[in-house]
């Protein structure tokens, strides 16, 4: 029973969620013969029918407390069965809609009970009992594998003499000869069946595209497959699609219905349901199976039905044709040759290897393909479909050799996939190039055939032929492609990954060593991902032997190089067992001191860091190796001398670092200090990571002291003179600006000359590197000394020529250097002379909000020290309307940096004119109802600066901005009372404004600041309660006379 329902019945498979028994005739007879093993059972074996499960089934049932009858307790909601074992637990319990039986009898009863819905309840159980023989007899007959014989189970159960196992056996035989019968019925069943296979269905395609397009006599629109990708044995569908024997998916568009999603499959044909909204298949069945793939359109589509009937002679001349050319079969060497007794390999490896290539001995079914084509999976498929729809092109593959040579075929494909930065989230995922296979008629060298030879001895060989030929193997030059592409397109992975999984350990070290080396190959590491590799490597790393576990692990740190390895690694408990291997010998960091076995416990650790350096490159996986506690080890082993320990360290701190809970993990286990001592090693790469971490954590104001406190500025300042290495750079340039946010950080680098080095890096240097040399001096700047050094050292030209780069971090760094320099007025000078602030000006256009705001900022300073400022800015074409317009953003950072802007427009008269015109004053009153202070206080100085002109005064109040700038003055922020007040002074010049002032309760909080430290806080104050009172007084005093 056990092999016929993980065998025989077909299940619907969509990936996610439980799986429920597909409606087909296969399935309908097996559930059936069940029925009546179960309901005669109570008749044929009245003693058996007794015996109690060792587990309840349990399922949710569709029958009504009130069906049961004679021999149960029923109440409303809940029935018990009279029947119960030695505990006086019932043997069937109902408690709606949840039912459990415990013996076979209550099973017969409960059938004849159903009556007409007993194979309703039949599925039910199934499919909630995916084992009902373990939980019938318990899990140590679930250990039996499909082979077990009669005297197998005899030898198992009969163990201790006692009634209960001979009880056990009895049912045990029992079930097996079910199991045969079942296997055998449904044989007879499945040799009635017509079946479908890839020839024929890629034939019937091809013949139906020529019949195809546009035009009343085509008998379609258009056919299509949704995967360009095909595999060596002609089927399109994903691998794990292929064993439950589909061949392809199709999408059909008639002349007269919507566009059909067709699966092609052994069985016949039908409709899925059609692609998801992530462009993925639904591969669930809607409707009955159809014999071909003409049958099922005729169906569906009436036009295709009478344009087949006019072109059927044609159609089936081509068909003719199409039949009686040679056909090659697939290969299926593979699988049949993992099957031989591979030298330690116990029988749970092979049954295991019989389950994935889909092979049964009662049923023929399709072999998924071992020499593929092109390893694919569901994020490559959307990277197919994605690549179709904007013109991406892809080759077809070269047709295999024949049978007597290994297929060598290329596939070449443009692959676009989507790159987020690589320590961004788990949605990243990395751009792998095409698959490339060797052409069949290449000039191989003489290596390609070798390897093949010894792989095929590794498939049939014994004990000490397999060690023989991966000593062999290990000898070729393996970071060679023509070695790597050998070892696949022959099907060596499969028998590597094979031998992982056996008892032998020297076959397990020799197996780890090859796919160590083989898996620097992209295609290499989805290939072994795609064959299930990954698991059986997490395993091995609970392995005592330590040789093992820094293979596993270093060939898990190479193929973890993209999303779905790391989330496989995850899944699968990888990054808890990494972890652990970071615990090695406390007394390691003393080389002199280290016996054998504590250097083998660094390489441990050394491994596991570096597969936790692959591994962190996702968000997840950096929460997991948070939670698994691996921060406290790393910052242990950072206290190494040992270099090559060190940079896979460092080097998954730097991932890390990325998130804010790993940067107060770093404060709190004082890692800081060991980085800053690594920026003085001599190993460029470990000083290039180091840089890295303290760049990543820089951020927090804390670190930056830590930093400077430890002694790092110095050595940071010195790296900046070797400018070879460009990825180092990069790294400490980044370390230097995230530095430089703190004034004392700054004042070391000018001791240290860092500032006339960076000005020497404006220039000749790629934009990783520009991006934190600018970002370093913009914050340089912002002291007026290293604003003239700036300028002495030539600084201002190559600044103002970045303006007009495209890279959108370049620009927001850039413009904020620039604006810095324009506070001194001989370095605007120079600014203006290179054309600097209309460069900075038409920034304001572009599409990045970062860069308008930043734009805007650093023409403030630019504004206030120009010469002839008003007659600079209106020399600038449809420069005021740009600026006015920019009021409408929904970007609050825009619209404090073009408030303030306007403010320094708005004190020439003219602009503040043309400004006016533009519509300033009813945008600006718009924007009053904010709660964000930074743009109250941009905003009340723009309101304030440009009531100077005509009736602007009026018309704030009359768009209702004073009511709200009265709000400002309750804000604790003390820049927006000083800019309120001023901006309600001016206002407050209306008598109507002076009136809302007034209502709003104005003059209250007025008073309060009127005591302001802040004199022009105190004047403003002052000025605006005096008009307020001057306009009471003059109102009283018209009333009286």
Known sequence: MGVALARLVQWTATGYGTRALEITPLNEVILKEIIMFAESFIYKHPQEAKYVFVEPLEWKTDLEPTAFESGYVVSATTVKSEESDENGQPLLFLSVPQIKVRSFGQLSCLLLIAKDTKLKEAQACIEA?????????????????????????????????????????????????????????????????????????????????????????????????????????????????????????????????????????????????????????NYERKGVIYKDLVTCLKEKSATFSANMSKQ??????????????????????????????????????????????????????????????????????????????????????????????????????????????????????????????????????????????????????????????????????????????????????????????????????????????????????????????????????????????????????????????????????????????????????????????????????????????????????????????????????????????????????????????????????????????????????????????????????????????????????????????????????????????????????????????????????????????VGALGECCQEYENRVIVRKCGGIQPLVNLLVGINQALLVNVTKAVGACAVEPESMMIIDRLDGVRLLWSLLKNPHPDVKASAAWALCPCIQNAKDAGEMVRSFVGGLELVVNLLKSDNKEVLASVCAAITNIAKDQENLAVITDHGVVPLLSKLANTNNDKLRHHLAEAISCCCMWGRNRVAFGENKAVAPLVRYLKSNDANVHRATAQALYQLSEDADNCITMHENGAVKLLLHMVGSPDQDLQEAAAGCISNIRRLALATEKARYT
């Open 129 to 281: 009992n995916r084992n009902p023989v373990a939980k019938i007899l318990g899990l140590d007959y679930n250990t039996m594998k499909e082979e077990s014989s009669v005297l197998n189970i005899l030898d198992k159960i009969t163990k201790d003499d006692d009634t209960e196992s001979e009880m056990k056996m009895k049912i045990g035989i029992l079930l097996k000869q079910l199991d045969v019968h079942l296997l055998n019925h449904s044989l007879k069943h499945i040799s009635l069946e017509i079946r479908l296979n890839p020839a024929a269905v890629k034939n019937d395609i091809e013949l139906l595209k020529r019949f195809s397009g546009k035009g009343e006599q085509t008998v379609l629109e258009s056919i299509k497959y949704t995967s360009d990708y095909e595999y060596s044995n002609g089927c399109r569908a994903p691998p794990w699609r292929q064993i439950l024997g589909e061949i392809c998916y199709v999408l059909v568009k008639p002349h007269d219905v919507e566009t059909l999603c067709i699966t092609c499959s052994e069985e016949g044909v039908f409709l899925n349901g059609g692609k998801t909204d992530d462009e993925e298949i």
């Open 312 to 773: 059927q002679t044609r159609f089936n001349e081509e068909l003719q044709k199409g039949k009686n050319q040679p056909n090659e079969t697939p290969k299926k060497e593979a699988a049949s040759a993992l099957r031989k007794a591979i030298p330690g390999s116990d029988k749970s490896t092979l049954e295991k290897n019989k389950i994935n290539f889909g092979k049964n001995n009662m049923i023929k079914r399709l072999e998924p393909s071992l020499n593929w084509k092109t390893t694919v999976d569901s994020k490559e498929h959307r990277s197919s479909l994605h690549e179709e729809k904007h013109g991406g092109r892809l080759e077809k593959s070269a047709p295999s050799v024949s049978p007597g040579k290994a297929q060598l075929v290329r596939k070449s494909a443009e692959k676009v996939e989507e790159i987020v930065s690589e320590s961004s989230s788990e949605s990243e995922e990395d751009e792998e190039p095409p698959d490339h296979r060797q052409e069949a008629n290449a000039d191989l060298p003489s290596e390609y055939w070798q390897i093949q030879k010894l792989v095929k001895y590794l498939k049939g060989g014994n004990q000490t032929a397999t060690v023989i030929a991966l000593c062999s193997m290990k000898d070729f030059n393996l970071a060679q492609e023509t070695c790597q592409l050998a070892i696949r397109d022959v099907g060596g992975l499969e028998v590597l990954i094979n031998l992982l999984d056996t008892d032998e350990v020297k076959c397990k070290i020799g197996s780890l060593k090859i796919l160590k080396e083989i898996s620097h190959n992209p295609q290499i590491r989805r290939n072994i991902v795609d064959l299930g590799g990954l698991p059986i490597m997490v395993n091995i790393l609970d392995s005592p032997h330590k040789s093992l576990k820094c293979l596993a692990a270093e060939t898990i740190a190479n193929v973890a190089k993209f999303r779905r390895a790391r989330w496989a690694v995850r899944h699968h408990g990888g990054i808890t067992k990494l972890v652990a291997l970071l615990d090695c010998a406390q007394n390691s960091a003393e080389p002199a001191q280290s016996s054998l076995y504590d250097a083998r416990d660094v390489e441990v650790a050394r491994c596991g860091a570096l597969a936790l350096w692959s591994c962190s490159k996702s968000y997840a996986n950096k929460e997991a190796i948070r939670k698994a506690g691996g921060i406290p080890l790393l910052a242990r082993l950072l206290k190494t001398s040992h270099e090559n320990m060190l940079i896979p360290v460092v080097g998954t701190l730097q991932e890390c670092a990325s998130e804010e809970n790993y940067r107060a993990a770093i404060k709190a286990e004082r890692i800081i200090e060991n980085l800053v001592k690594n920026l003085n090693s001599e190993n460029e790469q470990l000083q290039e990571h180091c840089a890295m971490a303290i760049y990543q954590c820089a951020e927090d104001e804390e670190t930056r002291d830590l930093v400077r406190m430890h002694g790092g500025l110095k050595p940071l300042a010195s790296l900046l003179n070797n400018t070879d290495n460009k990825e180092r750079l990069a790294a400490v340039t980044g370390a230097i600006w995230k530095c430089s946010i703190s004034k004392e950080n700054v004042t070391k680098f000018r001791e240290y000359k860092a500032i006339e080095t960076l000005v020497g890096l404006l220039t000749d240097q790629p934009e990783e590197v520009l991006v934190n040399v």
